[in-house]
Nanobody
Framework: VQLQASGGGLVQAGGSLRLSCAAS????????MGWFRQAPGKEREFVAG????????YYADSVKGRFTISRDNAKNTVFLQMNSLKPDDTAVYYC???????????????????WGQGTEVTVSS
């Protein structure tokens, strides 16, 4: 399984970005997916998750109402739409695959087994 994240960049505060994560492998549609981020000097933190069928989504309190996670199982891709970006959102964003098929979302990084390479998001004030 390989995960390829893209879509990061430099944006002004209040702007928007859409991250994508393309997955290889035949079992993408059976796994919950998540987005995490790591800012310089900080621990990696959970951002958002979506169950294998897209029926449930989960968000960190810091991004609720501003970020939206979605997925297209036909294209093996998960997305993170980020609106109203703030300088505090500056980080490297990682997509990850939840361990075990058909499991619900989790905010714990130890519950994810495959990780993308990360895409950098910088929000200027």
């Amino acid at each position: 399984v390989q995960l390829q994240a893209s879509g990061g960049g430099l944006v002004q505060a209040g702007g928007s970005l859409r991250l994508s994560c393309a997955a290889s492998g035949r079992t993408f549609s059976s796994h919950t997916m998540g987005w995490f981020r790591q800012a310089p000097g900080k621990e990696r933190e959970f951002v958002a998750g979506i169950t294998w069928n897209g029926g449930n989504t989960y968000y960190a309190d810091s991004v609720k109402g501003r970020f939206t996670i979605s997925r297209d199982n036909a294209k093996n891709t998960v997305f993170l739409q980020m609106n109203s970006l703030k300088p505090d959102d500056t980080a490297v964003y990682y997509c990850a695959r939840r361990k075990w098929e058909n499991y619900s979302g989790s905010s714990l990084s130890d519950d994810y087994d495959y990780w993308g390479q990360g895409t950098e998001v910088t929000v200027s004030s």
